[in-house]
């Protein structure tokens, strides 16, 4: 667990609305890599880890015979249902509001496990070692996140780019200097070294893999106060009774950095690792 933090249930209390519109989307190849990688037919089951509204997992629903998804917000799992029926996908998914540390939760085994961005909030030696129990032999643990060491160029783009350095600014202004998360705060930030952990809870590998981006994204006034609004530091809760002042200097600050109310942005590529269950485990 991040040291000096504990996990409460208002860590993203209120965010799940904003995902769709607000966060940047995985690499439009992501679900091809992973087919390919993971010689996916469309059948077997997936479990989705932290799926927040079932980004990754409705994303790559037609790859598997059955979606598993678990996340402790209920707003999250709202969501999450909600996007599969709108997508003639309520059959074949079901979601499972429960910390990642209650699993197995008798949901069976998995041919895949997947975590987007999601991994370092839990209690990660338990986690691992639990979910490699739910895989099948042979089976995979697919860690995703954003490729955060690309530079992600702004030449020829037709607006600004989103200031988020004055965004930043602008939220420790009214939620103080040390992030915040939940009813806590992180002083030093999320733990890393994902690879030794997953080491030691006995997968084999990683393989890498990265899913090229760098399509440009118009993003508006909307999609980026949803983006603000979308994240643990600055979920809506946090501001309590200052959340419309917050939005209108929020606003205002947008208006000074780009009159016409349209930002460009690069479309983050996506780092996959490909973690292995023995096949005779």
């Known amino acids: 667990m991040v040291h000096g933090w504990e996990w409460d249930d208002t ?4 965010t799940a609305a904003y995902y769709e519109r607000g966060r940047l989307p995985y690499a439009a190849g992501l679900a091809d890599a992973l087919a390919e990688e993971l010689r996916l037919d469309g059948e077997g089951r997936l479990l989705d880890v932290g799926c927040g509204p079932g980004t990754i997992a409705l994303s790559l629903a037609h790859l598997f015979g059955e979606i598993v998804g678990v996340d402790p917000d209920s707003g999250m799992i709202a969501e999450a249902g909600r996007g599969a029926a709108g997508r003639g996908l309520g059959t074949k998914t079901r979601w499972v509001r429960a910390r990642a ?3 197995p939760a008798g949901l069976g085994t998995f041919a895949v496990a997947t975590f987007g961005q999601s991994f370092h909030w839990m209690d990660r030696d338990l986690v691992a070692a639990t979910v490699r129990d739910m895989l099948r032999p042979g089976g995979a643990l697919v860690h995703i996140a954003d490729l955060k060491t690309e530079p992600r160029t702004v030449d020829g783009m037709p607006y600004p ?3 988020y350095a004055r965004l930043d600014d602008l939220v420790k202004r009214y939620l103080g ?4 998360a939940g009813r806590g705060v992180l002083a030093q930030g999320t733990p890393g070294a994902e690879d030794e ?3 030691r809870a006995g997968f084999l590998g990683p393989r890498r893999l990265v899913v090229p981006g760098g399509r440009v994204l118009e993003r508006t006034f909307d999609d980026v ?3 603000v609004f979308s994240m643990s530091f600055s979920a809506p809760h946090l501001f309590e009774g200052r959340r419309d002042d917050f939005e209108a200097d929020l606003r205002l600050l947008l208006r000074e950095a780009s009159p016409s109310g349209r930002f460009s942005e690069r479309a983050p590529s996506t780092e996959v690792f490909v973690w292995r269950k023995d096949s005779d485990a």
């Open 11 to 14: 860590l993203f209390s209120g």
């Open 161 to 163: 780019t989103v200031p």
């Open 177 to 180: 200097p040390v992030r915040r």
């Open 197 to 199: 952990v997953f080491a």
């Open 101 to 103: 540390e209650a699993l």
């Open 225 to 227: 106060v949803a983006w």
